[in-house]
């Protein structure tokens, strides 16, 4: 009975020192996503479009052209708007001064002039705004599809080492979560951004028409609203490539535990594998905090001065008012357009965001892609090509260890010889 139990408790002994063993060199391999998440910088607004053909590019080109179309659009119906406005003080005025009914002509003509202008821009908006998301959208759904094609078949071409460095459920999870925010971040979103940015312009070329000095005033907030923009684009990017290596990392810890779960409740390892992705998870979670919080100042920033913006217009019109160097209808339109300008302006943030979010995602991805691998077993035009093949096999001398293990020799000189014919098995 004794014998027994001392027989067991070796074999626990033994069983406990294997998974150790295993879940240490698991603890190793971790230790070096954590190596190659601070070496992966996101990738240039330009490189992100490396996949694309022809036709995405006349897309991409074409939904631009629309983009900017769509964004002067806005501005171009609030100066319309703003004359409206006009139209209906000067009724006003007329109305006490004149005749009712010469007054009510001219309140009916002019309002029914500008309302055939607000409903030709309604229909110019739609035809913008479908061709604008259709070209950005067709083209990202092109270029998604072949950077997920491209992506598999890179894996495929690796050679056996490298996946001892990579936990298969991280790649897993790559080819749909990072590709779908690669996909978002190039489609519609970005064409969104050249819209904002059209509308912010052309809403700036409109005040400067209509009263420059009222404009140039209100021009000195804007480096202010582009300086949270850029705090934006530079803090969230590089916090990002850590949230979706983090991210990929406890999703292939989950995989791993999950397909293995037998021998994981074999060994009692059920506390260290929550242990491990606990630890995980959580180091990604406060790096979404921050982002959060990155996140959230960039856009009160922006907001907030889009208020001063508008304040200081507000104020400034006013005072040029009371001089009589602007009437009412060009402190109204330069009003106007300068309050939709900023407001389209801040709107670009949370796009700014996505193509941020598709800079970081990308360069996992397209690292893995342009990856060459030293042995490529899909490459059948390159390397040694035997003439004749006899089936016999020697090795002579071999050395091997592991990538992520490479002072743990494995083989150390091993000789082997094969006859044709011969039925040999590696045990071990």
């Known amino acids: 009975m004794v014998e027994g139990s001392t027989a067991a408790a070796a074999s626990s002994d033994k069983l406990e020192t294997a998974l150790s063993k295993e879940l240490d060199e698991i603890d190793v391999l971790d230790n070096t996503d954590e190596e190659q998440v601070s070496s992966v910088k996101p990738i240039s607004i330009p490189k992100l479009f490396q996949f694309a053909t022809t036709l995405d590019i006349a897309l991409n080109l074409a939904g631009s052209v629309f983009s900017f179309a769509t964004g002067a659009v806005t501005p171009v ?48 908006m739609w035809v913008l705004a479908f061709c604008l998301n259709a070209c950005w959208a067709i083209a990202a759904e092109n270029q998604g ?71 140039f005033i209100c ?27 983090r991210t990929a990392a406890a999703g292939a810890i989950a995989e791993e535990a999950i397909s293995g779960i037998r021998t994981v409740m074999a ?18 979670h406060r790096q979404g905090v921050k982002i959060g919080l990155t996140l959230g100042i960039s856009v009160a920033v922006i907001q907030f001065f889009t208020f001063v913006l508008n304040c200081v217009a507000y104020q400034f019109g006013a005072w040029r008012l009371r001089e009589g160097e602007y009437d009412v209808e060009e402190v109204i339109t330069v009003l106007l ?4 300008g900023g407001t389209v302006l ?23 892609i342009n990856r060459t691998s030293p042995i490529d077993p899909l490459d059948k035009d390159s390397g040694i090509k035997a003439d004749k093949i006899t089936g016999e096999i020697q090795f002579r001398n071999i050395h091997f260890s592991y990538p992520t293990r490479p002072d743990v020799p494995i083989l150390k000189g091993f000789n082997l010889d094969i006859r044709p014919g011969q039925k040999v098995a590696l045990v071990g």
Not at 77 to 94: A, D, F, H, R
């Open 337 to 340: 357009v300068l309050l939709i």
């Open 77 to 124: 119906m609030i100066y319309v708007m703003s004359g409206m406005l006009s139209v209906v003080i000067k009724y006003e005025t007329q109305l006490s001064k004149e005749n009712p009914d010469e007054a009510n002509h001219y309140l009916d003509s002019n309002i029914r002039h500008y309302c055939l202008w607000i409903f030709i821009l309604g229909i110019i």
């Open 145 to 215: 599809l072949r950077v997920r094609k491209l992506y598999y078949q890179s894996i495929m071409r690796q050679d056996i080492g490298w996946f001892d460095t990579i936990k298969t459920g991280e790649l897993t999870t790559r080819i749909t979560n990072d590709v779908n925010l690669f996909q978002d971040g190039i489609g519609e979103k970005f064409g969104f951004v050249f819209m904002n940015i059209a509308g912010f312009t052309v809403a700036l070329i409109i005040a400067f028409v209509k009263g420059w000095k009222l404009a």
């Open 346 to 368: 801040s709107a670009a943030a949370p796009n700014l965001s996505a193509i941020t979010m598709a800079q970081s995602s990308a360069a996992k991805l397209f690292e893995i």
């Open 219 to 245: 021009l000195c907030v804007i480096p202010f609203i582009i300086a949270a923009g850029g705090l934006l684009e530079a803090g969230v990017s590089r916090m990002f490539v850590f949230v979706q290596e």
């Open 267 to 284: 060994f009692n390892g059920q506390e260290r594998e929550i242990k491990r992705y606990d630890n995980i998870i959580n180091e990604s």
